[in-house]
């Protein structure tokens, strides 16, 4: 590393050369003033703004005064930052600013937290000397989150950098001229009326009152605030979020600037979408079905009933007939009590959660290539990638944060290819799109590695010293040469060739993939063929590279590594196996445990109606909306026997049940989430549960109880430091006390280890050595024919989430408030409807009535939906196929019918 000294206010540093001023400075805890400037390393120096000169310093050997901000160190340097010309220059600086700045800090949303005022009573600016040159600009209101007063803007430019260079949607932009410039959103449109997203990432890097989240107007000051941190309930990634407090009031959400893995940023849904917590809909006291109605009852009363329920059941049906639905967006700790309730209490292992119609595939197919069923590497890694390859993955819209890192990977140089059926944002960014046929991934990845070897251009080292399985990948892939391919995937073979040479020629290389993968008949071997490219490739063990599965929910790989699964105890611990088992028993001082595997969802709903499932207890997931085949899902759940749920709100699974039970929330008990990262992370307690809501941890204590089991855990900490951490030896070294800042990622295996960001390093994979294999192209269950022409796909949109149990009550639907169908603009031609117009969708399962969504972001021939909305839902017309290994529903093809709605 080549050091360089310098002199800053007659202190000598050293830095590494090509550092600037500012950050020397820094080192020496030397304060210099900035206005504009970014402290995130992940931008160049030509991307800072440079704009507000309050930074200038005096530096020997340069004329004048200079940005410290971009200005770099030169060898003995003598730096002065607190001068008479710099202080001078400062103050006029401060002086001109307040000439184009209203006086009404009084009543300012910033006063407090504003740094032109800061800096104001730092150099004793208390008005300007020059005529005030703005006249009052109409305050911009009109976007759901976010007020713009272009009044109080010093055009420092953060927002627009915030913007364009860290988040990448290139939205605000810098419009008109002289005294006349102002932040633009597109073409001068007002914000609500613009492309902006609402990620909010303007509105924190805003150093005074132009930009404010309109949610925390009149909430109090910053003073008055507690910041607490937390990790977002949404998507994946993790995002760290400040929680600004005010007593047990959420007032407004910022990013931690420095917390893994967002680094101080988040989107729409991470920043805004806090306050379903508030709802006047919370349930808030347990409730009994009585003569087809809900009473309200005693926990007494629900605990007994469900306890005398279960026991009948496992006496006259055995304990097989008792299953479990866990919550993916609960904690760790609560998805550990629900399975350690069923296995020792109920001695049944029908425990599975929502990772079965979404990362299922990836869990069993990652471990069969790889021998661990999780994400490789880690998220911050996208930031410096060289080359990422997306498939099936919508990750602006799924996983914004780690989208922004692609972007801005993107920005610095790195190649994008993207793979899908839809040209969605990251497409419209990529080197090379390939446009991919609906449930032809195999095939078209298969191709690629045809190429890869009949060229010579795989990694034979790697594959000789890491993998197994090469002749049997090496025979399947051969009958896919481009031309046969490109027949079946509809990418031209010369794109497919291309791709290939692509990616053989940047190493190593980043291959993401979310739902467009997983959720098809064939979405275990989907995963497999990824890792089969990624170890042909030689891509594994390295950072930028490994294979990269984007989970969609905020913990569904910690309720994955708890052991809400039907086949493992938490930490993988196979049920089969008798030492495994032998050392649970032990553990939770039972005699024995039950050694078979349990069901998975869809067979546990598909046996409500014969009652070989009699007893049924649900956590945390909307089975009746997110459920494939929503008329089928509906007459199993009417069939239950007997039905426990247990969530925040009364929702459409809801009034299936005998018993419904309160739960505590988000931010209402302690406790870790798992991101997609592996990235063990706290969740902390700001507020009490409404009612007689209760942590769902001691919910499944409670009843164990009843069952004369003692628990000694009496909080989330307990559970994960005595049990959790104490059980799974990759987790042995994962405490509470070592993840109160950025989380830990698994495997971790004693105190001293800080995690693994990169897994199966050097070629060692979890099982020994990567196992190649060769996987055939299947078609998906369901196809178009003359009487369906169209194939149905499913996703989510931005700014909503599932089924909108949270979004629906955090003011989402000003956003998007009502489902539609995304049909091509040839297809809407020859329908004969337009953008807006209401059409019908129809399957062999079921019909919905939906405004047309006419875009070129789909193809001919398919039409994409979602399943935020109860109207409209998909699932009246998704199918009951499902992956041949783990069952996971084909949400991604499906055959359907689109006509004019006459009515």
Request: aromatic share 8%.
């Amino acid at each position: 590393m080549d050091m360089i000294k310098l002199t800053i206010d007659d202190r000598e540093v050293e830095v590494e050369r090509g550092s600037t001023i500012l950050q020397a400075a820094r080192k020496l805890g030397i304060e210099i003033p900035t206005l504009c400037h970014f402290d995130s390393p992940h931008l160049a120096k030509s991307d800072q703004p440079a704009a507000c000169r309050i930074c200038v310093v005096e530096a020997g050997g340069t004329r004048g005064l200079v940005p410290s901000c971009i200005s770099e160190v030169t060898a003995d340097m003598n730096v002065k930052t607190r001068s008479e010309s710099v202080v001078a220059a400062r103050k006029t600086v401060l002086d001109l600013l307040l000439s184009g700045h209203p006086e009404d800090c009084l009543a300012c949303e910033k006063n407090g937290d504003c740094r032109l005022q800061n800096y104001c009573y730092e150099y004793g600016v208390e008005r300007t000397s020059f005529a005030r040159y703005r006249e009052n600009i109409v305050l911009d209101d009109v976007s759901p989150f976010i007020q713009i007063d272009r009044n109080k803007c010093i055009l420092c430019g953060k927002c627009v950098i915030a913007c364009t260079k860290l988040a990448g949607n290139n939205v605000l932009g810098f419009g008109a001229r002289g005294v006349e410039t102002k932040i633009v959103c597109d073409d001068d449109k007002p914000m609500g009326e613009s492309t902006c997203v609402q990620c909010g990432q303007c509105v924190q890097s805003c150093p005074v009152g132009a930009l404010t989240d309109k949610k925390s107007l009149g909430k109090g000051r910053t003073w008055q605030m507690k910041k607490v941190r937390t990790t977002c309930t949404y998507c994946g990634v993790g995002c760290q979020l400040n929680l600004h407090m005010s007593g047990e009031q959420i007032t407004r959400v910022t990013a931690v600037e420095d917390g893994k893995p967002n680094m101080g940023q988040l989107c729409v849904k991470g920043r805004y979408g806090y306050d379903f917590i508030y709802s006047k809909d919370r349930l808030t006291t347990p409730l009994i079905k009585k003569n087809g109605k809900f009473e309200e009852a005693s926990w007494e009363e629900a605990y007994t009933l469900i306890a005398d329920k279960f026991r009948k059941i496992i006496k006259e049906s055995g304990p097989d007939a008792l299953a479990a639905v866990s919550c993916a967006r609960s904690s760790n700790e609560d998805s550990y009590a629900m399975q350690k309730l069923f296995r020792a209490v109920f001695k049944t292992n029908n425990i599975d959660h929502c990772a079965r119609v979404c990362h299922a595939p990836t869990v069993a197919g990652l471990a069969a290539s790889f021998g661990s069923g999780a994400s490789s590497n880690s998220i911050g890694e996208f930031r410096d990638a060289k080359m990422f390859f997306v498939i099936g993955s919508n990750m602006t819209e799924a996983h914004p944060v780690a989208a922004y890192y692609v972007k801005q990977a993107v920005r610095k140089g790195a190649k994008l290819i993207v793979a899908d059926p839809r040209k969605h944002e990251l497409a419209r960014k990529s080197h090379i799109f390939a446009q991919l046929k609906v449930g032809t991934d195999v095939a078209f990845l298969n191709s690629i590695m045809n190429v890869l070897i009949t060229e010579d251009l795989y990694d034979k080292k790697f594959v000789a010293e890491s993998c197994t399985g090469f002749e049997e990948l090496q025979a399947t892939v051969m009958k896919y040469p481009p031309e046969k391919a490109a027949k079946i995937c509809k990418v031209p073979a010369e794109t497919i060739v291309r791709i290939a040479r692509e990616l053989a020629a940047t190493k190593p290389s980043m291959l993401i993939y979310t739902l467009g993968l997983t959720e098809h008949t064939c979405g275990t071997n989907n995963v497999m063929s990824c890792a089969n490219l990624q170890m042909l490739l030689g891509n594994m063990g390295v950072e930028f590279g490994g294979v990269n599965p984007m989970r969609g929910q905020n913990n569904v790989q910690g309720a994955c590594d708890m052991g809400a699964l039907p086949n493992v105890f938490h930490g993988y611990q196979k049920v089969t196996d008798p030492a495994i088992r032998e050392k649970f028993a032990k553990a939770w001082g039972v005699s024995d445990l039950p050694d078979k595997p349990g069901l998975m969802i869809p067979d546990m709903v598909k046996s409500l109606p014969d009652k070989k499932i009699r007893g049924f207890w649900v956590f945390g997931e909307n089975l009746a909306n997110a459920e494939p085949n929503i008329t089928h899902t509906e007459h199993c759940l009417a069939s239950a026997e007997f039905l426990v749920v247990q969530d925040n709100f009364f929702n459409e699974t809801c009034k299936f049940a005998h018993v419904i039970l309160p739960a505590a929330s988000w931010c209402e008990d302690e406790g870790t989430f798992t991101s997609a990262e592996r990235r063990v992370s706290m969740v902390r307690t700001v507020k009490t549960s409404p009612g007689l809501a209760k942590p769902n941890w001691l919910i499944f204590k409670e009843m164990a109880k009843i069952f004369g089991h003692e628990w000694t855990f009496n909080s989330g900490r307990d559970i994960w430091d005595n049990e959790v951490a104490e059980l799974a030896p990759m987790f042995a070294g994962i405490k509470y006390s070592r993840i109160e800042g950025d989380g830990i990622q698994w495997p971790c295996p004693n105190a001293d280890h800080p995690g693994s960001t990169v897994l199966h390093r050097y070629g060692k994979f979890t099982h020994g050595k990567g196992i190649l294999k060769g996987l055939e192209w299947t078609a998906p269950g369901e196809v178009e024919d003359a009487e369906y022409p169209f194939i149905l796909s499913t996703g989510r949109r931005l700014s909503q989430y599932h089924t909108r149990t949270q979004t629906g009550r955090s003011g989402m639907d000003a956003i998007y408030k009502r489902e539609t169908a995304d049909i091509s603009l040839a297809d809407a031609e020859e329908i004969g409807v337009k953008d807006g117009e209401m059409v019908v969708v129809k399957s062999r399962r079921g019909e919905v009535r939906v405004p047309a969504r006419v875009t070129d972001e789909v193809p001919k021939g398919m039409v994409w939906m979602t399943f935020h909305f109860r109207e409209g839902n998909c699932n009246w017309l998704t199918s009951n196929f499902s992956d041949t290994i783990t069952k996971t529903p084909e949400y991604k093809a499906c055959a359907v019918n689109v006509t004019r709605c006459e009515a």
